[in-house]
């Protein structure tokens, strides 16, 4: 029976040094789950107890008894401490502490002399036994989501609580015939027995409930993301309708502004020269709040169209001769043929546009702004591009800024004084990104031309 004994305790080693192993993965996984430290440390003092048990043969009894028992009655409340937080109940250390300083105060005094071996199972299995049922009621009482592999833990937890106790009616019963633990027969088997089935338990319960938790902050997550989610458009939805208002109390005053000043200008003498210097800055005014309407309103209309851009045929060369004549710029177009692309037909003239009234804008003359467009084929490709250059003589782009250019609202330091919303460049590179193409300085774009 001795050696049955001993093969239940390193049976019951095995399984604790798995259990260990498996919740030691756990919080090296997932270290911010609640309790994961605690049952890891719980489980590596009950693995370190057994061997201590085993070692009578050669240790003293303080050693093998004293400080067994001592490991094993910490790490279930290194368990119940890990339950608790798991459970997100605040943790009484003072209530904890002090049961375990009497417990530790009377099982140790029971090593003063060589008959108390009755007196000491007593203490050891009444110590244990409270403790697994303290395990119980925390797993039980704060289950508030009903999760069936807590109940379980619970239900693992109160059996091997009253085997403990079982274990003291036994001994009062038919106190042991020998003076030391492994001499204690087939109660003692039992019990240990029982401890493996509760350690198996346990750890499963533990891995589940640890997934049901996972499972519930993934939920939860995906809650507060769709409760973002629908936020997020319906500030959209004001959003657009806001800049609808917007853009029909812009455009009808002002359209009234500018045909009162072409009507004012027919009546005003051709002599008169500050007056007709002065309608032409408030029609260029009119044309530079036009434009940032439009412009506003195309961003929101790349976001929220998305799926429904529809594509047609579009001359190139009637679209970039409009476009020059509009502005008063020079064209150069270096084909024989017409250039018919597939294009959003509203959007690419936005695009080039922009690109042209940047260029007016920054260029210290209108004359030396100039529109290139030629065709081109990438090394190693066969189809056919385009390049569209908007070139001026004004002093360029710093290299330090020229990755942000494209950014929402970004506007380069020297730039400032100049009108303008930081939305021009943006909308040229999202558009021509729309239509398969990309945005760059001249030199970038000649230097991939094959």
Request: net charge neutral.
């Amino acid at each position: 029976m001795v050696f049955d004994i001993k093969t239940l305790f390193l049976t019951l080693w095995l399984v604790a040094s798995v259990s260990a192993l498996l919740l030691g993965i756990l919080y090296r996984l997932h270290p911010n789950i609640p309790g994961a430290r605690d049952w890891l440390v719980s489980k590596v003092l009950m693995m370190v107890s057994i061997p201590i048990i085993l070692s009578r043969d050669h240790t003293h009894i303080l050693i093998y008894g004293a400080l067994a028992g001592t490991l094993q009655y910490l790490a279930v409340s290194f368990a119940l401490v890990g339950h608790l937080k798991f459970c997100q109940r605040s943790v009484n250390w003072r209530l904890i502490c002090g049961a375990g300083a009497v417990f530790c105060i009377a099982f140790l005094s029971t090593y003063i002399g060589d008959t108390q071996l009755v007196r000491r199972v007593m203490i050891y299995a009444l110590g244990l036994g409270s403790l697994h049922l303290w395990n119980s009621w925390v797993l039980l009482r704060w289950n508030r989501a009903q999760n069936m592999s807590q109940k379980i833990c619970s239900a693992a937890y109160f059996s091997h609580g009253l085997f403990y106790y079982g274990y003291v009616v036994a001994v009062l019963i038919a106190p042991p015939e020998s003076n030391h633990l492994l001499g204690m027969g087939m109660v003692l088997g039992v019990l240990v027995m029982e401890g493996i089935i509760q350690s198996i338990l346990t750890t499963g319960c533990i891995m589940l409930m640890v997934s049901e938790y996972l499972r519930q902050q993934l939920k939860e997550r995906i809650d507060d993301l769709d409760v973002a989610r629908r936020a997020a458009e319906e500030a959209n939805l004001e959003q657009r309708n806001f800049l609808a208002m917007v853009s029909h109390e812009f455009r009808t005053p002002l359209s009234i502004i500018d045909a009162s000043a072409m009507v004012v200008g027919c009546n005003v003498s051709p002599q008169d020269d500050e007056s007709q210097e002065e309608l032409l800055r408030i029609r260029r005014v009119v044309v530079r709040l036009s434009n940032l309407v439009e412009a506003c309103l195309a961003d929101d209309w790349l976001e929220s169209n998305a799926p429904h851009r529809q594509t047609d045929t579009l001359s190139l060369r009637s679209l970039l001769e409009g476009l020059t004549a509009e502005h008063g710029v020079c064209l150069d177009f270096q084909e024989c043929e017409d250039i018919v692309l597939a294009a959003v037909p509203h959007l690419l003239p936005i695009a080039i546009s922009s690109l042209i009234d940047n260029a007016n804008k920054y260029g210290r003359t209108r004359e030396g702004t100039k529109v290139t467009c030629r065709r081109y084929r990438e090394v190693g490709e066969s189809a056919n591009w385009v390049a569209i250059n908007v070139a001026d003589d004004g002093p360029g782009i710093p290299a330090e800024i020229l990755p942000h250019v494209a950014e929402k609202y970004y506007r380069a330091p020297t730039t400032l004084h100049k009108p303008g919303a930081g939305l021009g460049l943006y909308l040229v590179q999202r558009i021509v990104k729309l239509h398969g193409g990309y945005l760059g300085p001249v030199d970038k774009l000649d230097s991939q031309i094959g």
